[in-house]
């Protein structure tokens, strides 16, 4: 009798992979945070964050990349509104 796996080889392969490369995302996350978290109000306005999105970043999971939650955040604020000229122009 052969015994039926339900991950493909190339399933288990990226699964290896991601438990083994964990502990270096986790600390690149954590040194990026640490970086943000240093960071004066006024830089942070400057790159589109506030101090409740890092707030925010570190109180998701260990293992989830804080970077989506900020990128949602940034690109949220970022929305032209209407009648707004681009200043940057």
């Known amino acids: 009798m052969v015994a039926s796996f339900p ?3 190339s ?12 502990p270096a995302r986790v600390s690149a996350a954590r040194r ?13 306005r400057d790159i589109g964050l506030t101090r409740s999105d890092l707030n925010d970043a570190t109180a998701l999971p260990l293992d989830a990349d804080p970077s989506g939650l ?3 955040r940034r690109s949220w604020r ?12």
């Open 7 to 9: 991950l493909s080889t």
């Open 11 to 22: 399933h288990a392969a990226e699964a290896l992979r991601r438990i083994l490369t964990w």
């Open 32 to 44: 990026t945070m640490s970086e943000l978290s240093r960071m004066s109000e006024y830089e942070l």
């Open 70 to 72: 900020l990128v949602k």
């Open 78 to 89: 970022e929305r032209p509104s209407a009648g707004r000229e681009d200043l940057a122009a």
